[in-house]
């Protein structure tokens, strides 16, 4: 179970926040064993702005403000991409493959490499 990491999530009253023993109740930051937003790290939308808002600036500072327009290219415009297939029982991903978005063209990839975040054929930003 992990918590959502918005400071402010606890001052949204809703019922499902309302948590503690008989008599000393109070609003509380809502504990999930996953969340939908944020990468997994903000139980709602708004709490996710929330943060944004109080952090993203700071966040971007550190990490990197885009300060000129990057370019797609045929040289950073690889992705990966699957199709589902249906003919068994239930579905699976089958056809793994990289696409270049500029030139269309296609790459076979196994699945392992797929998985692989680092695995690109990208070589410029
Ligand atoms: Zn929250």
């Given amino acids: 179970m992990k ?3 918005n400071s ?3 001052t949204y009253k809703t019922k499902d926040r309302i948590k503690g023993t008989k008599g000393s ?8 064993s ?5 990468n997994d790290n903000f139980c709602s939308m708004n709490c996710y702005n929330d943060w944004a808002n109080e952090f993203a600036d700071r966040a971007i500072d550190h990490f990197g403000r885009i ?3 990057k370019h797609l290219t045929k040289d950073n415009a690889w992705s990966k991409d699957y199709d ?3 003919s068994g029982s239930g579905s699976t991903r089958t056809n793994y493959r990289f696409v270049n978005g500029i030139t269309n063209e296609r790459r076979p990839l196994t699945e392992e490499q797929y998985r692989d975040k680092s695995y690109t054929l990208n ?3």
């Fill in 25 to 32: 109740k109070t609003y509380q930051t809502r504990r999930r």
């Fill in 84 to 86: 589902w297939d249906y």
């Fill in 8 to 10: 402010k999530c606890h």
């Fill in 67 to 69: 300060t000129v327009a």
């Fill in 3 to 5: 918590f959502c990491q």
């Fill in 34 to 38: 996953s969340f939908y937003y944020g």
């Fill in 123 to 125: 070589t410029g930003e």
